[in-house]
């Protein structure tokens, strides 16, 4: 697997929910409509908000 998987492995960040963060913010940079979805699927699995996660995605890069 590529992109933010091979970035961010799991043994840098121990945090979950960090991790999965992290990985919501390299496809919104990326601009990858896919991957955010996975990402913020994978983030509420681990225990981070609808929120937050609902906010990544109408949120714009910077």
Known sequence: ???AH???P??????DRLRES???RVAQLNGCA?????R???ALR????QEMC???RVSPPE
Request: no cysteine; hydrophobic share 45%; charged share 20%.
């Open 1 to 3: 697997m590529s992109g």
């Open 6 to 8: 091979t970035l961010i």
């Open 10 to 15: 799991a043994r840098v960040l121990t945090d």
């Open 22 to 24: 992290a990985r919501i």
């Open 34 to 38: 896919y991957f955010l979805a996975q």
């Open 40 to 42: 913020s699927k994978e």
């Open 46 to 49: 681990v225990g981070e908000t």
């Open 54 to 56: 609902l906010t990544a």
